[in-house]
Nanobody, 120 residues
Framework: QVQLVESGGGLVQPGGSLRLSCAAS????????MGWFRQAPGKEREFVAR????????TYADSVKGRFTISRDNAKNTVYLQMNSLKAEDTAVYYC?????????????WGQGTQVTVSS
């Protein structure tokens, strides 16, 4: 079982910035990728960003491209999401996930979620 600990959410004004962090820990495992989804009230869960662990490879939702940057620290099994130029429509609970393998089993694990609110 992989445990994911998120931090960095909060309240910010439109145009402001936040940085989310998510660290994976637990029994020995191999990380293939980590990333972020978000879910706003009354909406479906939405993909935000993903970063691979072998060689550099990032994917972004069109809605955040150019404003958000995902990065990783392989040694710490930690992923970051730098969010700039935040808009009201970015308000959501943000969930990090880890794409891992242990004992020949490939699985996704999810964090508890952190609230991001963009409002004046």
């Amino acid at each position: 079982q992989v445990q994911l600990v998120e931090s960095g959410g909060g309240l910010v004004q439109p145009g402001g910035s936040l940085r989310l962090s998510c660290a994976a820990s637990g029994r020995t495992f191999t990380t293939y990728a980590m990333g972020w989804f978000r879910q706003a009230p009354g909406k479906e869960r939405e993909f935000v960003a993903r970063i691979t662990w072998d060689v550099i490879g990032t994917t972004y939702a069109d809605s955040v491209k150019g404003r958000f940057t995902i990065s990783r620290d392989n040694a710490k099994n930690t992923v970051y999401l730098q969010m700039n130029s935040l808009k009201a429509e970015d308000t959501a609970v943000y969930y990090c996930y880890a794409d891992t393998e242990r004992g020949g089993v490939r699985r996704n694990d999810w964090g508890q979620g952190t609230q991001v609110t963009v409002s004046s």
